[in-house]
């Protein structure tokens, strides 16, 4: 299968490894950073530390920017507002896309869910186009599509390696084009992104290619949405930069004593939680992880914590808010590309689980004033189960949690 895998890669990559690339790193009210590299070159020429292509002009908004580097932040935008971009070298257009900035107030909010997707496998090539298509469909019905949170596991690299923007190519910059030069992925570290589970250098090339909101690079941050929604994205995993591999999770740690301290303030209306591995899951592989950080835990449910967003495990999990679970919304959504399709109905209630589906998928969330709607969505289809094997409603209605 894995050889299948990279004859597949790369031929849908070797058209494109000649062709320039561009991607938005970062969006909000004010500000976009747009990204740009020649996946010709060997190495890794994409990204924060890319070789860029020399001088480049940026054209956005009625003003023209120079830049030599491989990416540029352009500030001084107006919230919610459509502008469109290029990015030129010697007079000829190597990128070009509409973006729309964030609103600085609002009530609503609309955003795409994918985990452990980057495989380079057909299903995900298949699931991507759904994504896209979903996004136009939500926008001709004036619901913009802000970003893509990703639940981790970002690359699976051939032969345990995802250290080359090669690689990257055919999993994340082809799959992903269209998406990518209108609105950002926000991502968090999975095992497969770094030596946890591959190699040292997969962390390094994802800190990288990934931008974060706020300081660069980062393994775990905060961002908000208008005065409306609140995103925490931790790192749960084992990854180092070299041996020996540690967590990073630990009760005393720098990421703990950060989560606590960002918990201890007053939230937003919503306050969301993204991470890779899933508090609660009835498998089929991986046990929850509560057992690992049930500091964690305690801190997610005395705060405002409504929903929190996992991966790790290829499908699709639901755990309803209820008084054991810190009355929050479970959701698992790991089968971007991957797919485990283990039957899990024995131990879905000693696991408080109350839905699951064995299929590749990602989640349209929309959020609206006090209530949440999650709806899972496949390329081909989606049938989510309860623990009798029953079919259950095909989204989710979640409410705010009180504070």
């Known amino acids: 299968m894995k050889i299948f895998y990279w004859l597949f890669s790369l031929l849908l990559a070797s058209p494109a490894f000649s062709d320039p690339l561009a991607y938005i790193g970062t969006l909000d009210d004010r500000s976009v950073t747009l990204v740009w ?4 070159k060997k190495g890794n020429p994409i ?29 001084d935008l107006q919230p919610n507002t459509a502008y469109s971009y290029s990015i030129r070298k010697d007079n000829s257009v190597i990128a070009e896309g509409t973006i729309r900035t964030w609103p600085d107030k609002t009530t609503s909010l609309v955003f795409f869910v994918i985990g452990d997707w980057g495989n380079g496998s057909t ?3 298949k699931l991507a186009q759904k994504m896209e298509a979903e996004r136009q469909r939500l926008r001709a019905e004036g619901k913009e599509v802000r970003f893509i949170l990703s639940t981790g596991d970002n690359i699976y690299g051939l032969w345990k390696s995802g250290k080359n923007d090669r690689e990257w190519i055919p999993k994340f910059f082809i799959p992903y084009a269209q998406t990518l030069k209108e609105i950002p992925f926000y991502a968090v570290l999975g095992n497969h992104d770094g030596n946890e589970s591959e190699r040292t250098e997969d962390l390094n090339v994802y800190l ?21 929604a609140e995103f925490i994205a931790l790192d749960s995993t084992r990854n180092q930069p070299q041996r020996p591999r540690a967590p990073i999770y630990t009760q005393d740690g720098e990421q703990s004593q950060w989560l606590k301290e960002q918990l201890s303030k007053d939230s937003l209306e919503w306050r969301f939680i993204v991470m890779h591995h899933p508090m609660f899951t009835a498998g089929p592989d991986h046990p929850p992880f509560l057992e690992n950080a049930p500091h964690w835990f305690q801190l997610f449910q005395t705060s405002d914590v409504s929903a929190v967003f996992s991966g790790h495990e290829h499908n699709f999990q639901y755990s309803a808010p209820q008084q054991d679970n810190g009355n929050i919304a479970w959701f698992v959504s790991g089968a971007g590309g991957q797919l485990r399709a283990g039957n899990v109905s024995s131990v879905m209630n000693k696991r408080r689980i109350n839905a ?3 299929h590749r998928h990602f989640l349209i969330v929309e959020v609206n004033e006090g209530k949440m709607l999650v709806t899972p969505v496949s390329a081909d289809f989606m049938k989510i189960l309860n623990s ?10 979640v409410e705010k949690k009180e504070k």
């Open 37 to 40: 590299g020649d996946p010709a």
């Open 47 to 75: 990204g924060r530390n890319g070789d860029g292509l020399g001088e480049v002009a940026v054209h956005i908004g009625g003003k023209v920017i120079s830049s030599t580097q491989s990416w540029l932040k352009i500030s």
């Open 123 to 125: 299903d995900q090539y």
């Open 208 to 228: 990288d290619n990934f931008f974060f909101p706020g300081e660069q690079p980062a393994r775990w941050y905060r961002f908000q949405y208008g005065n409306f």
């Open 356 to 358: 699951w589906a064995p």
């Open 388 to 397: 009798e094997g029953s079919t259950v409603f095909p989204s989710f209605h």
